[in-house]
T-cell receptor, first 114, second 114 residues
């Protein structure tokens, strides 16, 4: 059983397009996250939602808009894609937003902007 | 601002050898530390989670230690196998202001040669 799943796994698109990445978790967790792993393999948090409410929003361009229709889903919509958006995007979840909870990661979505 | 450093950046060992991966962090006010494994083109697999009140955690051939005061953690892998080849990431959770988030190191690329 897949705990945290993402679609698509690969996404290749042209500059200027708008695209979405979907994430679902079946762990019953309340908190979900989006991370970006750049070409240097550096992983940084972008957003966090707890029970459909935004609780972390790092310095991310407002072209990136997360949407959480329910606590099992956190989608990432990106407008006007730029070359620098090329990266691997990871979704994660944890039981609560609290200090001591373990995070579980999805398989990642490799986005390539041409 | 929390910074996490992992040394070495890459490590190559013969099969059967015991090895240690190092992780250091600048702000000792952490809640927990998590070690992950990332295989090429894959997501992150959580290996061990050490809460700030703990000194170590063990899982099979893996042992992780935490010295919060000095800002260090080590991941010890006993009797390494080619299947252990992967990138190992260390991440610490701190309050980062008012929200709990993971800050990652850049990882250690481990190659175990048969």
């Amino acid at each position: 059983d897949t705990a945290v799943s993402q679609t698509p796994k690969y996404l290749v698109t042209q500059m200027g397009n708008d695209k979405s990445i979907k994430c679902e978790q079946n762990l019953g967790h309340d908190t979900m996250y989006w991370y970006k792993q750049d070409s240097k393999k550096f992983l940084k948090i972008m957003f966090s939602y707890n029970n459909k409410e935004l609780i972390i929003n790092e310095t991310v361009p407002n072209r990136f808009s997360p949407k959480s229709p329910d606590k099992a889903h956190l989608n990432l919509h990106i407008n006007s894609l730029e070359l620098g958006d090329s990266a691997v995007y990871f979704c994660a979840s944890s039981q609560l937003a609290g200090a001591y909870n373990e995070q579980f990661f999805g398989p990642g979505t490799r986005l390539t902007v041409l | 601002k929390q910074e996490v450093t992992q040394i070495p950046a890459a490590l190559s060992v013969p099969e059967g050898e015991n090895l240690v991966l190092n992780c250091s962090f600048t702000d000792s006010a952490i809640y927990n530390l998590q070690w992950f494994r990332q295989d090429p083109g894959k997501g992150l697999t959580s290996l061990l989670l050490i809460q700030s009140s703990q000194r170590e955690q063990t899982s099979g051939r893996l042992n992780a230690s935490l010295d919060k005061t000095s800002g260090r953690s080590t991941l010890y892998i006993a009797a390494s196998q080619p299947g252990d080849s992967a990138t190992y990431l260390c991440a610490v959770k701190d309050s980062g202001g008012s929200n709990y988030k993971l800050t990652f190191g850049k990882g250690t690329l481990l190659t175990v040669n048969p």
